[in-house]
């Protein structure tokens, strides 16, 4: 996971000679229309400067003296030459402070940590390991076919509302991953490799479980730039993502846009290609909280009568499996994207507002969505991202009906 801070304030602190400092090793700046991202080869981080303090750091790179810089900024931004020598002392000396001036020995990159919690949970023991499954499904996502044993027709069941869209003939396609469920005093035990690979104690925990392992597993198995807690639905031709933190309404969002025709891509996660920026979307089951049941009901009819799960947060979900006619591998999960589009459910707005972002803008919310890289930021992801971003038209949606987002994505992606 990485993160791009917005930061404007800080603590000033007198230099005497700021420009005389070069500007540190390993400090990279991206120029993303009238604003700079710096990015920090030792934080791995990239920094948001604004339009101030992205005309300051241009001059401090062209070796403007710091008397210059006050005057250039003064004259530009029309204000005063006492209020203008406080806001460049002050970032001056913030970039000193974190380390983008004076560093001049090539920096040490700290270590790459994986986003989430990476601890093994400690995991009761079953009361003894099952020797027979005789209930067994295959389930397909690009570049991953799972094979799923049951103890139960109980438990493949359960699997089936959450995973029967990905569903393919046992024989048809060598496996990949192999997972074996099975249920005693204890609770429900998925293994992987012989190992406890997952564990609840309630039936209406194991569906989230099952989509968490089928999820994280594809997630593991394949290569991408970057990878986006986004929704996403295609016209067939190209697609649109819909980034944003659960609880915005994007899985509501994307699923009245399938029942509105568009095929679908995913409500959870998608991987953006090196190279060829398209966009690989792994087509879970959308998983539906409660909040959004009784919206939904005029655009998935039965929804309230699909089964009910609980996942560890608490939260209760349903999920909407899509038809297999609304989406196909080879038409949906590799295509260019139109545009990002950031979607917020508001419950106070009489009137859709569908705004413009800037590139940087749109960064800063792709990170606060959610993202992930495999191994971390470096130099050259960086520069592809911010190549890709720079490209891509990106909006912001902010909704109370969901009739009116869709007319507004029409309009995006006809």
């Known amino acids: 996971m990485w993160s791009v ?49 992205a005309f300051i750091w241009r001059c401090y790179e062209e070796g403007l003296a710091q008397q210059d ?12 030459r006492e209020s203008v020598e406080k806001d460049v002392d002050s970032v001056l000396s913030e970039w000193l402070e974190q380390g983008f001036l004076g560093i001049t020995s090539p920096p040490e990159p700290e270590p790459y940590e994986a986003s989430g919690d990476t601890t093994r949970p400690d995991f009761p023991e079953p009361l003894s ?44 396609l060598h496996t990949n991953v192999a997972i074996d469920v099975q249920q005693d005093a204890k609770g429900f035990f998925l293994f992987r490799n ?38 996403a639905v295609s016209n067939g031709q190209e697609c649109l993502v819909l980034p944003a933190l659960s609880g915005n309404g994007k899985s509501t969002l994307t699923a ?16 953006l290609q090196p190279q060829t920026y398209r ?33 560890t947060d608490g939260q209760k979900v349903r999920y909407l499996l899509p038809e297999k006619a609304l989406f196909s591998y080879g038409a949906t999960q590799l295509q260019s994207v139109r ?33 992930d890289m495999k ?15 720079s490209k891509i038209n990106a909006y912001e949606l902010h909704y109370s009906n969901l009739e009116d987002a869709v007319a507004h994505i029409r309009v995006l992606l006809p």
């Open 339 to 371: 545009a990002l589009v950031f979607p917020t459910y508001l419950t106070d707005i009489k009137e859709p507002h569908l705004s413009r972002l800037t590139p940087a803008e749109a960064l800063c919310r792709l990170t606060e969505a959610g993202t």
């Open 194 to 231: 012989n190992e406890i690979a997952d564990y609840c104690k309630s039936e209406n925990e194991l569906g989230p479980l099952l989509h968490g392992q089928v999820l994280s597993n594809t997630y593991s198995r394949t290569a991408c730039l970057l990878a986006i807690h986004a929704g």
């Open 256 to 271: 009245a846009l399938i029942a509105s025709g568009y095929h679908y891509g995913t409500d959870e996660l998608v991987l």
């Open 279 to 311: 966009i690989q979307a792994i087509a879970m089951a959308l998983g539906i909280k409660t909040g959004s049941w009784n919206v939904l009901q005029a655009f998935h009819p039965d929804i309230k009568n699909l089964p009910m799960y609980q996942r």
């Open 69 to 80: 810089i006050i005057e250039a900024l003064s004259q530009t931004f029309d204000l005063s």
């Open 129 to 172: 390991r099952a020797c027979e499954y005789p209930f067994e499904q295959n389930y397909q996502l690009p570049g991953t076919i799972f094979r799923f044993r049951f103890t139960s027709a109980r438990l493949m069941a359960i699997a089936k509302s959450v995973l029967g869209h990905l569903e393919i003939t046992p024989e048809s």
């Open 375 to 389: 191994g971390g930021l470096d130099v050259s992801r960086v520069t592809d991202i911010v190549h890709w971003i």
């Open 5 to 53: 801070g917005c930061d404007e304030s800080c603590s000033p602190k007198h230099l005497k000679h700021p420009s005389s400092l070069p500007v540190s090793c390993g400090i990279h700046s991206f120029q993303l229309e009238n604003e700079i991202l710096l990015f920090s080869e030792q934080t791995r981080q990239l920094v948001r400067l604004n339009n101030s303090a």
